[in-house]
């Protein structure tokens, strides 16, 4: 069974400050991997996608990279501003379409 | 990609009662997806709805209590039955949709339930 973890659990910077977010899988026979934002109460906003064989895509402020034989991803996020606060998860797809998902990140930017 | 809506946004029920959750995608899709978000915890997948078809449950989750119809390719319902305050969670609707090459994971807004 896929495991996904996420690490921190919560991180709080100050503006500017640049994030850096972890993602860990334990099984690497993996189809893509989806990072998303989460809004309280909300749901689910994509950011970037990576396919498998692909070792990052960045979108904006937004890198991901993906070392799949480690069951590694990690979300920079450049110039951190105060909307960037939310929940981040990271979800691991496999080939049946089912998503495996992190419990998230909760990210603070103070102004 | 797709565009999801999702009804009602918010609810608040007595326990022993039902709700259905509606969920309506701008495109046709083979496969539509039900998850849960219990508070404080991530998302955990309750069942696949595909049309024409029995719904697919995961393990933990039966029928009964999560009645699921797909009465086309656009639309799905999820009903949670005989609701108790452990049912309190948002749950949300999702599909697959394209973007250029790539197929990618879809959510809509969410419902927030909360069961008194």
């Known amino acids: 069974k896929q495991e996904v973890t996420q690490i921190p659990a919560a991180l709080s910077v100050p503006e500017g400050e640049n994030l850096v977010l972890n993602c860990s899988f334990t099984d690497s026979a993996i189809y893509n991997l989806q990072w998303f934002r989460q809004d309280p109460g909300k749901g689910l906003t994509s950011l970037l996608l990576?396919?498998?064989?692909?070792r990052e895509q960045t979108s904006g402020r937004l890198n991901a990279s993906l070392d799949k034989s480690s069951g590694r991803s990690t979300l920079y996020i450049a110039a951190s501003q105060p909307g960037d606060s939310a929940t981040y998860l990271c979800?691991?797809?496999?080939?049946?379409?089912?998503?495996?998902f992190g419990a998230g990140t909760t990210v603070t930017v103070r102004a | 990609s797709a565009v999801i809506s999702q009804k009602p946004s918010r609810d608040i029920c007595q326990r022993g009662t039902s709700l259905t959750i509606q969920c309506q995608v701008d495109?046709?899709?083979?496969?539509m997806f039900w998850y849960r978000q219990q508070p404080g915890q991530s998302l955990t997948l309750i069942a696949t709805?595909?049309?024409?078809?029995?719904?697919?449950?995961e393990s933990g989750f039966v029928i009964d209590k999560f009645p699921i119809s797909r009465p086309n390719l656009t639309f799905s319902t999820l009903t949670v039955s005989n609701m108790s305050p452990e049912d309190s969670s948002i749950y949300l609707c999702?599909?697959?949709?394209?973007?250029?090459?790539?197929?990618?994971?879809?959510f809509g807004q969410g419902t927030r339930l909360t069961v008194v």
């Open positions: 709805a595909n049309q024409g078809s029995e719904a697919t449950y």
């Open positions: 979800a691991v797809r496999h080939g049946d379409y089912k998503l495996s």
């Open positions: 990576i396919q498998s064989s692909q």
């Open positions: 999702s599909v697959f949709g394209f973007t250029g090459e790539n197929t990618e994971a879809f």
């Open positions: 495109s046709q899709v083979t496969m």
